[in-house]
């Protein structure tokens, strides 16, 4: 069985949570995994495979704590060697393409799972400076794919699109819905908007969803609009809010592990990012046949059907995404229309075991088929 040691930076938000999904897909069966990650799990489920989180570098400045990681890692891999090696994010995939190099790994697969939106001069420098080494690069949508070929000049031959993707919902709870509304003190028949986010990234735009608030309460004043997740601004969003008077029409509930519950109370689920690869929460917001407003950024439009599973808006344009939002509350017909339809789409273009299989055929196709 073909090995694969997946290094990331982070095993937090969309990426944690689909490569953890993806791995109880395909790794039982097609190709062994472990993953070192830099920083601790803060996904909302527990890893399927062996997962080590990497001591603290004794330095903390570029670039000795850069060095210093590179060596444990060479070290490592050299005692515990990988048929393949598959790294996320920047450091990670510098690393990987040292070790590369210097024959620690045979074979580097990368992914990007965004627009670049992190990286500046010096990083695509680097990057198109090295850029013959990863024998794979995987983007999650066409449009992240474009962004990869032009700024770090990839070989198209070295570059796979392979979306994002997520598996069938479970059996629902009839009462999920009506015990979220409870909890919260939501009242019922209120309508609910909410937004799942690791929102103090500047690039989700919450600044936006929670601009746009005023414009939903002049028309519906019993509407309650939900921030799901983290973020260090949120101190900054609640003044936001409340300089514009809907604090009470504005909830943040904060980290949760039961997000598929969220979700089935939602009447819309919202994206306001300025930027994505392709978003794991509009395909989890469609699974569960929650119509979805999202920006007209990056993967967005692969994924969302303008006019039929959801809308899509400029970004940066608040009254633009309260006018798609109010469209949906006032029509409770349609947001099931679009919901059936948006189920239906996931099932036919988007299903994790798919997603799985395209893994382990790059897996094959670099390696033979054999460990």
């Not at 409770?332 to 273009?349: D, E, H, I």
Request: net charge neutral; with cysteine; proline share 6%.
């Amino acid at each position: 069985m073909i090995g694969v040691t997946y290094l990331l930076s982070d095993l937090g938000g969309g990426t944690g949570h689909h490569l953890f999904g993806l791995l109880r897909e395909g790794a039982a069966g097609s190709w062994s995994a472990r993953i070192l990650s830099e920083a601790r799990n803060t996904a909302r489920f527990e890893s399927p495979v062996s997962t080590e989180t990497l001591p603290p570098t004794r330095f903390r400045r570029y670039p000795l704590a850069q060095l210093e990681r590179y060596r444990t890692l060479r070290r490592r891999l050299e005692d515990e060697p990988t048929d393949v090696l598959h790294a996320y994010f920047f450091w990670s995939i510098m690393y990987g393409r040292l070790l590369k190099a210097r024959g620690v790994v045979p074979h580097l697969v990368e992914n990007r799972e965004d627009m670049g939106f992190a990286w500046g001069r010096h990083e695509y420098a680097w990057l198109r400076a090295t850029r013959s080494l990863p024998d794979r690069v995987i983007c999650v949508s066409e449009a992240v794919s474009e962004v990869a070929v032009a700024r770090e000049r990839l070989q198209a031959s070295k570059v796979r699109v392979i979306r994002n993707g997520i598996s069938p919902p479970e059996e629902p709870d009839p009462d999920a819905g009506p015990a979220l509304r409870r909890e919260l003190g939501i009242p019922p028949g209120a309508p609910i908007v909410g937004m799942v986010a690791n929102f103090n990234r500047a690039v989700k735009g919450a600044d936006y969803y929670v601009d746009a608030i005023p414009h939903v309460v002049r028309e519906m004043p019993e509407v309650r609009f939900l921030l799901i997740g983290l973020g260090d601004n949120r101190e900054d969003l609640e003044a936001r809010a409340a300089a514009a008077g809907v604090s009470e029409h504005l909830i943040f509930t904060g980290f949760r592990s039961d997000v598929d519950r969220v979700y089935r109370a939602l009447d819309v689920s919202a994206l306001t990012s300025l930027s994505e690869g392709l978003s794991v929460t509009v395909l989890e917001s469609m699974r569960h046949g929650v119509p979805v407003v999202a920006t007209d950024v990056g993967g967005n439009p692969e994924v969302v059907v303008d006019g039929e599973t959801g809308y899509l808006v400029p970004p940066r344009d608040p009254e633009a995404f309260a006018a798609a939002v109010l469209r949906l509350l006032r029509d409770p017909a349609r947001r099931v229309r679009f919901g059936r339809r948006a189920q239906a789409v996931l099932s036919g273009s988007f299903r994790l075991s798919d997603v799985a299989a395209s893994y382990g055929a790059v897996y094959r196709e670099l390696t033979g088929g054999k460990p």
